[in-house]
């Protein structure tokens, strides 16, 4: 890993002056010290295995360790991750994609309503209905607001950080996309120390610093971000995809 701590660091914006750290929350920081989790998701994010995702899966809802709050988190992040591999795979599924999310939103009754874990869980599930079918644009701009909402309220929290950092970057200009925010926002969470944060989140930040590159044309830092990324999970369908296209434009 220091290896690839040393790759980013030379990539990284030498041109932005970061502010000093300043200490984030990290809320869900609870599942990055689950251990079956964490195989959980080595097997969905690194191995695209559904499969024995399903297997992982069941295991950490039929033996539960946690409270229960978190454990309503727990299973409304393992639904939403299984759920969108389902959409990622070469033969998708959408109907089981559709089945996860269900169980996802019953989950939700068990968290405090507007509380930072029920906006996000709402926020996720809405996400991966988009990303379904992206022609229910009531879905994606409910994800939006609730990410919005959720940064309002809990700023320093890591994942409304990095959650609003991606609607900042997926969204057309027209509809609050920023790039330049959404870089700042990254850097922000790089700047607290890698340390501080989980693997899966540590990965969508290399993605998300990458794709801004490519829109800049640099697409040697593109790769190397890309590269990063790939390195901590190597199943990623959309990254493969950037990876090629900045290796055919060096």
Known sequence: ???????????????????????????????????????????VRGDGDAMQGEVVRQQLLLNPVLQEEEQAVLAIRSSTMLARLYTEMEKRDIERAKELLKEAESSLKHLPNGSFFHLMGEAEIDSIYYLINPSRLAKGISSNSKIKKAYAQYPNQIYAILMKANSLLYAPSFAGGDKDEALSLFLTLLEAGPSQLNKWDLSSIYVGIGRICMDREEWDKALGYFSAAKAIYAFDPTLDDYIRETEESL
Request: proline letters at 2%; aromatic letters at 14%; zero cysteines.
């Open 1 to 43: 890993m220091r290896r690839l701590y040393i790759t980013v660091s030379i990539v990284l914006f030498l041109s932005h002056t970061l502010a000093a750290a300043v200490p984030l929350d990290d809320d869900y920081g609870f599942l990055g010290e689950h251990a079956r989790f964490v195989q959980f998701m080595d097997i």
